[in-house]
């Protein structure tokens, strides 16, 4: 009897060398499952099912993790106004651990001895996969075929050819991963330091020219809904934000990174939804949480996103921060207004009844009414107190201009 081994498939070049050499050259029998985590049709699940079978696969199972991801990711991925660099909002690192984890929890329940993904040497995935897989199922062999044999594209490419595979070979030069958080787009340029991808490697071209307003409302940190028509789930609210914003190649950039075997990495990514998302509940922040509030949020989440880069979602210290972050977000509630431009947008402004930003207690710059100019002159004196102190213990005399 074949020994069963599950495949991490995605339909795409990589994932369709491994069915063919796990179930032809090994002699495994395939049990491919895909993760959906919010970036496929209907349509595009059934033609990579129909793919999987025509690799030879025994079996393939769909996994729809988009509600369960973002319950248990994307919702304090926003909390945190999450961007790796300040640039990268984990589009792709944060999904993996949701289909690591889904897939692990596949190979336990129809008692495979194998796991396998199609992640290189070179890059994050391959960390990611294997340790969760080692957290979840310890007991299970893992397989990497495409690390295992040090193949390049090209080699997979011609692998495929000879055993009568046809796809886009073309489209296959550049590996895209795409999910309700945001799409990432790796090739030949992102090799490099110095070129930027060319026009038709996006995988959603730029159609919307004409500058739109739209209104924002989020309630306790999630957004609930768009122009005012609410949504029944928040993953519906940003796959209709991500409608209408994409087209207008908002979220277009090139993220250079570190990655977690200790190299540099460049990935393109598109992530219309999110970055509108981010800015938009960061703006909202900024009215109605105080100084320490977002002081030690940046701080917090700053690492959760980095544990979470590295694959880390299953240390306990994340549900730590999740709550922190979750107490946060209780008065988070109000509009947000975003203007739509080809290439960028704008936060105007917000509304809240919880902005702390009230003319009742002054304007900045201007006049105030909560305290006069000598309550002021007195707490300065104060605020400063022990720095002046300080500063007369330890001063020490200065030294006549021009001497050593």
């Not at 396998?116 to 075929?145: C, E, K």
């Not at 902005?355 to 207690?361: A, E, H, Q, V």
Request: charged share 20%; proline share 3%.
């Amino acid at each position: 009897m074949k020994k069963k081994v599950v495949l991490a498939y995605s339909g795409g070049l990589d994932t369709s060398f491994c069915c063919i050499y796990l179930t032809q050259d090994l002699g495994l029998e395939v049990h491919s499952v895909i993760v959906n985590t919010g970036g496929f049709s209907e349509e595009e699940l059934k033609g990579v099912e129909e793919r999987a079978y025509k690799m030879g696969v025994t079996s393939h199972h769909v996994v729809d993790e988009t509600e369960n991801f973002y319950n248990t990711c994307i919702r304090f991925l926003t909390y945190g106004n999450v961007l790796k660099n300040n640039t990268y909002p984990l589009s792709v690192s944060a999904e993996r651990v949701s289909q690591a984890t889904a897939i692990a929890n596949y190979a336990k329940e129809i008692g495979a001895e194998y796991v396998a993904h199609g992640s290189t040497g070179a890059g994050n995935d391959q960390v990611r996969f294997d340790m969760i897989f080692n957290i979840l199922v310890p007991n299970v062999q893992i397989l990497t075929p495409i690390r295992d044999l040090k193949l390049s594209r090209e080699e997979e490419i011609e692998y495929l050819k000879k055993h009568g595979v046809e796809m886009n070979f073309e489209k296959a030069k550049y590996s895209i991963n795409k999910g309700i958080w945001g799409t990432s787009v790796g090739g030949k340029e992102t090799l490099t330091s110095n070129l930027g991808l060319p026009e038709e490697a996006w995988p959603t071209q730029v159609t919307a020219t004409e500058p739109r307003n739209i209104e924002l409302e989020f309630k306790q940190g999630e957004l609930v809904a768009i122009d005012g028509e609410t949504y029944s789930h928040t993953t519906k609210a940003i796959q209709a934000l991500q409608a209408i914003a994409q087209p207008y190649g908002i979220g277009r950039d090139i993220h250079v990174g570190d990655t977690i075997i200790g190299i540099k990495g460049r990935v393109g990514f598109e992530a219309a939804a999110p970055m509108v998302i981010i800015k938009a509940h960061h703006t909202l922040e900024k009215h109605v949480l105080t100084k320490w509030q977002l002081s030690w949020k940046d701080q917090l989440a700053s690492f959760y996103g980095n544990w979470l880069h590295e694959g880390q979602f299953h240390d306990p210290i994340m549900r730590d921060i999740e709550a922190f972050l979750t107490s946060t977000q209780k008065n988070v509630t109000g509009k947000v207004f975003v203007q739509l431009y080809p290439y960028r947008f704008q936060v105007t402004g917000i509304e809240s009844a919880h902005d702390l930003m009230s003319n009742k207690f002054g304007s900045y710059g201007e006049m105030n009414n909560a305290w006069s100019g000598e309550d002021v002159k007195g707490f300065s004196k104060i605020f400063g107190n022990q720095v002046m102190i300080y500063h007369k213990v330890n001063a020490t005399p200065q030294s006549p201009e021009g001497e050593a």
